[in-house]
């Protein structure tokens, strides 16, 4: 997926600048991965509404385009 943005990973806390424990690490790659799907699942739905929409404005411009045929009456008097 070339157009996302990666969040970057880091492996030392830069306040205290200790390593992470490897339970940190662990959890804070499961937050980033959380982060990712949440993204991803997002972009999906906008995708899905967007195409939705698209299919919505396709139908009601097929509808706009109905042929319309005009009869001319002729009176007849008797």
């Known amino acids: 997926m070339e157009g ?3 969040v ?3 492996f030392s806390d830069k306040t205290s600048g200790r390593v992470l424990s490897e339970e940190e690490r662990a959890a804070e790659n499961v937050y ?3 982060m990712e799907r949440e993204k ?6 906008k995708a899905d509404k ?5 299919a919505k ?7 706009d ?14």
């Open 4 to 6: 996302f943005g990666r």
């Open 8 to 10: 970057p990973r880091y």
């Open 32 to 34: 980033i991965q959380k």
């Open 40 to 45: 991803l699942e997002k972009l999906r739905r």
């Open 50 to 54: 967007d195409k939705a929409e698209a």
């Open 57 to 63: 404005r396709a139908a009601a411009g097929k509808g």
């Open 65 to 78: 385009k109905v042929p319309v045929v005009i009869i001319k009456s002729t009176v007849v008097s008797l």
